[in-house]
C-alpha cells in the first residue's frame, strides 16, 4: 500500500499530520506485532508484545485513532506479557480495515 489514499474522507486527522499516525502505528507492528488475525469480517485482532508501557502505549494510540476516525472501535485486553487489541468497524468501512490488516502484516512481518 502506498501513499494514504485509503484513508476514509471520513477521518478528520488533519492531512499534515496522518503520514505521523501512520508512521506511530508502524512503529508498533514492526516493535511488538506477534499474529494478526480476523475473527469476524468486520474485526480484526492484533497480538502484540507485552512489556513496560507497551499497555499504555497501545491505550493511548487506540485513543487518539478513535478520537479522529470515529468509525473505529478499539478493545483492548491486557497481562505481563501481551497486549490484544481488537478494532472493529461498520460495513461501511470494511475496505479501510482490510487495508489496516493488510498494513500491520506488511510492516509486523513474520518472525
Same mark, same amino acid.
Do not use: K, N, Y
Given at each position: 500500500?502506498?501513499?494514504?489514499?485509503?484513508?476514509?474522507?471520513? &477521518?478528520?486527522?488533519?492531512?499534515?499530520?496522518?503520514?505521523?499516525? +501512520?508512521?506511530?502505528?508502524?512503529?508498533?507492528?514492526?516493535?511488538?506485532?506477534?499474529?494478526?488475525?480476523?475473527?469476524?469480517?468486520?474485526?480484526?485482532?492484533?497480538?502484540?508484545?507485552?512489556?513496560?508501557?507497551?499497555?499504555?502505549?497501545?491505550?493511548?494510540?487506540?485513543?487518539?485513532?478513535?478520537? &479522529? &476516525?470515529?468509525?473505529?472501535?478499539?478493545? +483492548?485486553?491486557?497481562?505481563?506479557?501481551?497486549?490484544?487489541?481488537?478494532?472493529? +468497524?461498520?460495513?461501511?468501512?470494511?475496505?479501510?480495515?482490510?487495508?489496516?490488516?493488510?498494513?500491520?502484516?506488511?510492516?509486523?512481518?513474520?518472525?
Amino acid at each position: 500500500m502506498s501513499g494514504l489514499d485509503w484513508v476514509p474522507a471520513s &477521518c478528520t486527522l488533519p492531512t499534515e499530520e496522518r503520514p505521523l499516525r +501512520v508512521a506511530e502505528w508502524d512503529a508498533l507492528f514492526a516493535e511488538r506485532l506477534e499474529q494478526v488475525s480476523r475473527p469476524e469480517p468486520l474485526r480484526v485482532r492484533l497480538d502484540l508484545r507485552g512489556g513496560d508501557g507497551a499497555e499504555e502505549r497501545v491505550r493511548d494510540l487506540a485513543e487518539r485513532e478513535g478520537g &479522529c &476516525c470515529s468509525f473505529f472501535t478499539f478493545a +483492548v485486553a491486557a497481562d505481563r506479557d501481551a497486549v490484544a487489541l481488537d478494532i472493529t +468497524v461498520d460495513a461501511v468501512h470494511a475496505a479501510v480495515l482490510d487495508a489496516l490488516e493488510r498494513r500491520a502484516a506488511e510492516v509486523g512481518g513474520p518472525r
